[in-house]
């Protein structure tokens, strides 16, 4: 009965942390797909209607939640205070995000605002473009490595039922 009781808990606990591992590849493809939204959001506004980065910003904000509404309103809170680059990389420090993609958003968002009308389009329009392809990956990665993590963990945690019994 005791074997049967470990073998649960530790099953239990096999398929928690595949869930878990899941849980980060699902986190990962919803911020980097908000972060695409904005930038939508952003070449939409700037292009068309002539708003300003701050409106643009507050606007998703106010129709948006989760975690890159809250990073976004940090660094919102950082550009209004103080332009040090430290500070706005730190706005972005996720712990779904690879360092490739912290190191990414921490250069979009330092470098947003500094150009002039059409460098700043031709920067969103070729950041969109590099977005979109990440955003596939991550899509990929999330349906078959989060799958994979989450399948793994039950059947890790069935193989030591089975053992322990």
Known sequence: MLKLAIGGILCFISAYLGIIGKS???????????????????IDGISYAKDRLPEITKKYIASSKGEFSRNLNNYIVVIESTQEKEKISKCFDSKYLKKIDKAYLSEFFTALGKFDYDTQLSRL??????????????????KSTGNLLSKLGLLLGIAIMIILA
Do not use: G, H, W
């Open 24 to 42: 980060y590849y699902d986190k990962r493809y919803r911020y980097l797909s908000d972060f695409n939204d904005f930038l939508l959001l952003l």
């Open 125 to 142: 329009n070729l950041c969109k473009a590099e977005m979109e392809k990440t955003l596939i990956k991550a899509e990929k990665d999330c």
